[in-house]
């Protein structure tokens, strides 16, 4: 019993890293990946296509990088790029979760002992 409540607390902390979201940056790709330095981008190609870049550098007028498995190289040229995206995790939410994620482990600690300590001699 007490290896399924520390599993489900574990699968619960990991879960709650689940936080983060892609935001636009405004500007131009090459002043947000000098300023910004991301290890990955989310770039809007117009009309719903989006594509995800590892490792990402302006190269004169030409976005580079990696794919998602690192297999294939990208190039984009950036007057193609609509939009430019980072991702951002939300703290909050991962702190409130965290806390009540040690919360639940302490009270789950502290109810398994519960019985034994009304227990008699």
Partial sequence: MRTTQLVAALLMAVE?????Q???EPGAPGVILAAKRPDKVRVNLGLDSA????????DGDTLRGQDERATHSIAIPL???RLVETRHTKSGPIIAAGVGVVALIVFIAWY??????????
């Fill in 51 to 58: 594509i995800v870049v590892f490792r990402p550098v302006v």
């Fill in 16 to 20: 709650v890293t689940g936080c983060e």
């Fill in 112 to 121: 398994s002992n519960w019985p034994l300590a009304q227990q008699g001699p």
């Fill in 79 to 81: 007057a193609d790029i």
């Fill in 22 to 24: 892609w935001r636009p």
